[in-house]
């Protein structure tokens, strides 16, 4: 069965860093994008950061630029979010979603993990 499953999130201070892990299974997880998605309260889900599947190419919401880092290992079927110099706006549940590469329809979801930027 396929699976994604985030690791993580907690609180943390405002200027504080976190790490956010999803570990996959399931599926060949060497053909899919991996993104990381948030979602704030009483807002809608919004895309945070994508990595390619091979790992040669990256892209980050403008809120986020130079702060989150995403990275994968494909041998270990992990991806992750490195957070810095959170802020209160980065509050939300993330979401660890990956999409096939080509076939765009095929895509799974992780259950989400809290992120608290609170001081």
């Known amino acids: 069965q396929e699976q994604l499953v985030e690791s993580g999130g907690g609180l943390v201070q405002p200027g504080g860093s976190l790490r956010l892990s999803c570990a996959a299974s399931?599926?060949?997880?060497?053909?899919?994008?991996m993104s990381w998605y948030r979602q704030a309260p009483g807002k809608e889900r919004e895309l945070v950061a994508t990595?390619?599947?091979?790992?040669?190419?990256?892209n980050y919401a403008d809120s986020v630029k130079g702060r989150f880092t995403i990275s994968r290992d494909n041998a270990k079927n992990t991806v992750t979010l490195q957070m810095n110099s959170l802020n209160s706006e980065d509050t939300a549940v993330y979401y660890c979603?990956?999409?096939?590469?080509?076939?765009?329809?095929?895509?799974?979801w992780g259950r989400g993990t809290q992120v608290t930027v609170s001081s």
């Open positions: 979603n990956g999409r096939h590469f080509v076939r765009s329809n095929i895509e799974y």
């Open positions: 399931g599926f060949v997880f060497s053909v899919y994008d």
């Open positions: 990595i390619a599947y091979a790992g040669n190419s990256t």
